[in-house]
């Protein structure tokens, strides 16, 4: 008789929170900062100003909240140019197939670069 325990498969509450939900949680944080400060702007003003006499704990904390209001900026990282700008670089000298990859990338599209 096996005495292992059965822990995998689904269970609820688990995973990632729909769209809707976290649109709503949101959407909650807006307004709990227009109901306590008024308006948005006069929370970003009140936490740059707890930012600067509080030190590194207040913004830690601000930036979570704002992470929770607006949602977490997009990660972008340049891996080609070092943050210069890219000089005589002609788009005409690319295949098909590889303006293509370059088109979805742009886009947001996930693609298999390593498939021929």
């Known amino acids: 008789m096996d005495k ?9 509450g688990a995973g990632r929170p729909s769209k809707d939900e976290e649109e ?3 959407q909650l944080t807006r307004s709990a900062f227009e109901s306590e400060f008024g308006s948005l702007e006069e929370a970003f003003t009140f ?15 601000f930036k979570l909240l704002l ?38 990338l742009h886009n947001g599209s996930a693609i298999d670069t390593d498939q021929e």
């Open 4 to 12: 292992r325990k059965n822990n995998g498969g689904a269970r609820k």
């Open 24 to 26: 709503k949680a949101k």
């Open 47 to 61: 936490g740059t100003k707890q930012i600067k006499e509080g030190g590194q704990h207040s913004f830690n904390y």
């Open 67 to 104: 992470e929770y209001a607006f949602g977490k900026p997009k990660d972008s990282i340049d891996i080609t140019s070092g943050d210069e700008p890219i000089k005589n670089f002609n788009l005409s000298s690319l295949t098909e197939k590889e303006l293509a990859v370059i088109l979805n």
